[in-house]
């Protein structure tokens, strides 16, 4: 049985509602919610909180827009992450995977074989330890692993 790995930008996409691949993240969300076996890392959690955070704290920090246009987005990133919290503990057929120090040695290799930022070089290093070789991700960098096969829907 084969399992997917699922990488930030689905979620992402799923919980703040993209036009262009809102649907498809959505997609894939409801398969593992009706039992398709999937798996993300808590680096794809940090990264996500991480991103939410920032965008809370540039929202604040916008000049061109009124305080209750601020607050109305400030409002969604933190529903965001509280969606987000509910999302991956909710999510039965979902597996967290853990980061080793191997991962993060392993990571510095692969960022540099195939030009990934550290968060997408560590996730595969993740993959890899784990027997992933399928990612539901919109991020064509994941198309330069030639062991991985990268699927959008």
């Known amino acids: 049985m084969s399992i997917h790995f699922v990488d930030s930008n689905v979620f992402y996409y799923h919980l703040l509602q993209d036009r262009t691949y809102g649907p498809r993240a959505t997609g894939i969300l409801n398969r593992i919610w009706e039992g398709e076996n999937a798996a993300i890392s808590v680096i794809v959690i940090s990264e996500l909180v991480s991103l939410f955070e920032f965008r809370i704290l540039q929202a604040r920090k916008r000049k061109d827009l009124s305080q209750t246009e601020k607050e109305y987005i400030v409002e969604r990133f ?12 909710t999510l039965t057929y979902l597996r967290k995977l853990d980061c080793t120090p191997r991962d993060a040695f392993d990571a510095f290799t692969y960022r540099s074989k195939y030009g990934l930022n550290f968060n997408d070089a560590l996730n595969v290093a993740i993959m890899k330890r784990n027997n992933i070789s399928e990612i539901y991700s919109f991020d064509k960098a994941f198309d330069k692993i030639p062991w991985l096969k990268r699927k959008t829907h």
């Not at 529903?79 to 991956?88: F, Q, V």
């Open 78 to 89: 933190k529903e965001a992450i509280h969606a987000l919290y509910r999302l991956i503990t």
